[in-house]
């Protein structure tokens, strides 16, 4: 570490992996709903633990975000950060707002929560993803002006480098796209096109380039490969992130009453979507095998190398298996989008939030380039059992979705949605088996933390 | 990459790409917004319809359901709901109006959400409002 103020990163990590199990527990649950019905019916309707699931998911990914960017803004452009304080009072107000959502969420039927946070006088709630009150997402543009504030007089004062740059980037895209959350017309079908431009443009486009960013920050610092190398693919990877994301956001419009030249717009385009994942595999492998040195910090590394496969099979892959217009008539809205949804986010953004953490926190917490390799074996440990669980919950997802397009869409004799969902129930179990190692996995990470505190390992480098 | 391809090009394709493409996007979300009359069924959107996706959206019904096609899949799609239930909105009332407070046991269940006649009326229209866009013709059949 090589800036003092780097060090308000750390809160925010912690916060993530707090949230992160938060997360996970709401999926169990709602796994267990999937079978057993009434499991917690009426205290925890499913979609309120869909709500608390999802939004955990969004929140503790945009704390890693935040974390990352604080950690890598100052040692690219060399210089402090431009206020540690306002990072760290930012990292309070978000926590707070974030946890009196949930809260309300848990607590109150959701439509009293509505009418208590004013949603007549602006109304955003109500929507997949977006149902924060109103005020919360004030409250997330707030912090996020704050935050891009900061970072960007960082950035002023010191060094410009093309990572940061496309970080930069990629935050100031998050924050503009999210205020399209604030756009709810009485149009169902507008609404639903505006709606993608804050998802679909979210992870299929801006939040690409910060995943570029931080992959291509971690590669640097720990293959030691010349810069200029490693940026060189970054613009490259980027360029096909967006030449092909953008009119990509044409496979959400086949259905939802837009005119029909997107089946074919959105089809090519789509199609092409996986290009940049592959290049970026492509590229981590490539940097790790020409590598100037052995980094200590060998569970980054794996952390590295792991996002990169992983993202190209959730989001390349598995996007693709429903992505073409006649495919997507029949998998639209089915388990196949949950499986595809679930190896996407892990593989490509829950994966680079632990890349970071895991190149950074041994750093942050005073313990030289790495982990104790005791600790490290621990983490490596967790990121196994994590990745390989999420693959067991993406292929029998995958199996319950074929299943239930055939019998639900395809057959000559349709079957009711109900009907289906109990014939299908075996996959639901094994997800939830599946779901029960990914805790495993994650509560194994967390102690992968406390172990080794004191010795340190021996730098090879 | 060979050593005549620099950075300063690869970040030109990217600027230059990036900024026709969403050009083109732009281009092309316009004239969607321009055709989407003929399509969306809009000249139905009374106050009632209005109200119902209000209720609709209060509620989080699209934490449970799909409405064509998005949302959650937890429990059956809405969009066509109208038509499986036989073209009656009394029926779409009905089945919200009647579901138990406790649920049904082992069952997948949905809240009693106390809705009052005027709510029940203006969702059951949104839902009847929202078969009738022209979707090209998803779902694949009545079952959503
Ligand atoms: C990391 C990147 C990605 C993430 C995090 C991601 C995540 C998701 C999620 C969560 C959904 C469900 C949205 C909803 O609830 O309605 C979805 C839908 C979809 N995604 Fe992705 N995705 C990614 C990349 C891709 C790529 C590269 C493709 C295509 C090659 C793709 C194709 C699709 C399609 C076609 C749907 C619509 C499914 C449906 O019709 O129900 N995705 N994605
Ligand atoms: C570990 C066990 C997990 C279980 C049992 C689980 C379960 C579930 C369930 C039941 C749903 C709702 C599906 C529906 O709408 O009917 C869901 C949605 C979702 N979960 Fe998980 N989840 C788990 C882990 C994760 C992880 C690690 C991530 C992030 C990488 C994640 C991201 C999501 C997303 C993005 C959605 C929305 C999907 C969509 O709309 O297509 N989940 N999850
Ligand atoms: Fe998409």
Same mark, same amino acid.
């Given at each position: 570490m090589k800036y003092q103020s780097q060090l308000v990163a750390k809160p925010y990590f912690i916060a993530a992996i707090g949230l992160f199990i938060g997360?996970?527990?709401?999926?169990?649950? !709602?796994?267990?709903?999937? &079978?057993?019905?009434?499991?917690l019916f009426p205290e925890i309707p499913f979609n309120v633990a869909r709500m608390v699931h999802t939004n955990l998911l969004i929140v503790w990914l945009l704390f890693g975000f935040m974390g990352s960017a604080y950690y890598m803004i100052p040692e690219e452009s060399e210089t402090e950060l431009y206020s540690p304080k306002l990072a760290l009072a930012l990292f309070w107000i978000f926590l707070v707002a974030g946890a009196l959502t949930i809260v309300g969420y848990l607590a109150v039927p959701y439509a009293r929560l509505a009418e208590m946070t004013g949603n007549d006088l602006l109304p955003t709630m109500g929507r997949e993803f977006l149902e924060q009150p109103t005020i919360t997402k004030i409250g997330i543009v707030v912090v996020c002006l704050g935050f891009l504030f900061?970072?960007? !007089?960082? &950035? %002023?004062?010191?060094?410009?480098?093309?990572?940061?740059? &496309?970080? !930069?980037?990629?935050? @100031?895209? %998050?924050?503009?796209?999210?205020?399209?959350?604030?756009?709810?017309?009485?149009? %169902?079908? %507008?609404?639903?096109?505006? $709606? $993608?431009?804050? @998802?679909?443009? $979210? &992870?299929e486009g801006v939040w690409e380039l910060i995943l570029g960013a931080i992959l291509a920050f971690v590669l640097i610092k720990t293959t030691g490969v010349d810069r200029e190398v490693i940026e060189k693919w970054l613009y490259v990877i980027i360029a096909m992130t967006l030449i092909t994301g953008i009119l990509g956001t044409g496979h959400h419009y086949y259905w939802i009453g837009a005119p029909e030249y997107w089946q074919l717009i959105g089809s090519v385009f789509s199609a092409l979507e996986p290009i940049p994942f592959f290049m970026m595999t492509v590229f981590a492998f490539n940097m790790v095998n020409k590598r100037r040195r052995d980094h200590p910090n060998r569970a980054a590394v794996l952390w590295a190398l792991g996002t990169a496969v992983m993202a190209f099979l959730g989001a390349g892959v598995w996007g693709f298996l429903h992505t073409l217009a006649p495919v997507n008539f029949y998998t639209h809205g089915s388990q196949i989008t949950a499986a595809h949804g679930h190896m996407a986010f892990y593989g490509a953004y829950v994966m680079i939030v632990l890349t970071m953490i895991s190149y950074t926190m041994p750093m942050m917490r005073g313990r030289a380039a790495a982990n104790s390799l005791k600790s490290q074996v621990v983490e490596m440990w967790a990121f196994w059992l994590m990745t390989v669980s999420m693959v067991f919950i993406t292929l029998f997802l995958t199996g319950a979705g074929i299943l239930q397009v055939y019998l639900q869409r395809y057959s000559?004799?349709?079957?009711?949605? !109900?009907v289906v969902q109990e014939k299908v129930e075996l996959f639901y179990w094994m997800r939830e088996y599946a779901g029960l190692v990914f805790l495993t996995g994650l509560l194994l990470y967390v102690v992968s933390f406390f172990i080794g505190g004191k010795e340190h390992a021996e730098q090879r480098a | 990459m060979s050593g005549t391809f620099t950075k300063s090009m690869a970040r030109n394709i990217f600027i230059g790409g990036s900024a026709f493409f969403i050009f083109l996007f732009l281009a092309l979300s316009f004239d969607t917004v321009r055709a989407l009359p003929e399509r969306d069924n809009r000249h139905n959107i009374t106050d009632q319809v209005a109200l119902g996706k209000k209720v609709w959206e209060d509620n989080n019904c699209v934490g449970c359901h799909s409405l064509m096609g998005e949302g959650a899949y937890?429990? /059956?799609?809405?969009?066509?709901?109208?038509?499986?239930?036989?073209?009656?909105?009394?029926?779409?009332? #009905?089945?919200?109006?009647?579901? /138990?407070?406790? #649920?049904?046991?082992?069952r997948r269940s949905m809240p009693?959400?106390?809705?009052?006649?005027?709510?029940?009326?203006?969702?059951?229209?949104?839902?009847?409002?929202?078969?009738?866009?022209?979707?090209a013709g998803w779902p694949p059949n009545i079952q959503g």
């Open positions: 997360q996970i527990i709401f999926g169990l649950i !709602m796994g267990l709903q999937y &079978v057993i019905g009434d499991f900061n970072l960007g !007089m960082t &950035v %002023l004062k010191g060094r410009k480098t093309s990572v940061s740059l &496309v970080l !930069m980037t990629g935050l @100031v895209g %998050l924050a503009l796209l999210f205020l399209f959350s604030f756009y709810n017309p009485t149009n %169902l079908v %507008l609404d639903k096109f505006f $709606w $993608w431009y804050v @998802v679909h443009l $979210w &992870v000559d004799a349709p079957q009711a949605f !109900m | 937890f429990a /059956p799609e809405l969009a066509n709901v109208y038509d499986r239930f036989g073209k009656s909105t009394e029926a779409i009332k #009905g089945f919200i109006r009647s579901r /138990p407070v406790d #649920g049904i046991p082992g009693q959400f106390n809705l009052s006649e005027e709510e029940l009326d203006a969702v059951a229209q949104f839902l009847k409002w929202t078969s009738e866009i022209n979707d």
